[in-house]
């Protein structure tokens, strides 16, 4: 399953093995608020909005800085990725779409 993500010209794509990334953060949905909400509306192809995506970014990188995630260099890299989008999206101050598989 693929989510498709646009913002402007900036494009990205969470895959499955990104998907590990949304799964560990609806495990600790309280601190990772954003990140479960996007998780939940996986399949209805969510909109974001530049505020949510800045809280992304910050989610995202508290996230990877996890214990258990820091030390796996490749969910590392897929997570500065999408956070580099959604970076990219709120500088802009671009919504997100999505469209999912």
């Known amino acids: 399953m693929a989510l498709d993500l646009y913002a402007g010209e900036h494009r990205e794509q969470v895959n499955l093995h990104d998907e ?16 479960s909400a996007m998780w939940a509306a996986f399949y209805d192809a969510p909109r974001i909005s530049s505020q949510q995506a800045n809280e992304l970014v910050h ?16 969910i590392v890299r897929r997570g500065l990725r999408l956070a580099g989008f959604f970076s ?10 999505s469209v999912s598989d």
């Open 20 to 35: 590990q990334i949304l799964q560990r953060a609806a495990a600790q949905a309280d601190r990772f608020p954003q990140l």
């Open 59 to 74: 989610e995202l990188v508290l996230l990877l800085t996890l214990p258990e995630l820091e030390s796996n260099t490749a």
């Open 88 to 97: 990219a999206a709120h500088r802009s101050g671009l919504d997100v779409r």
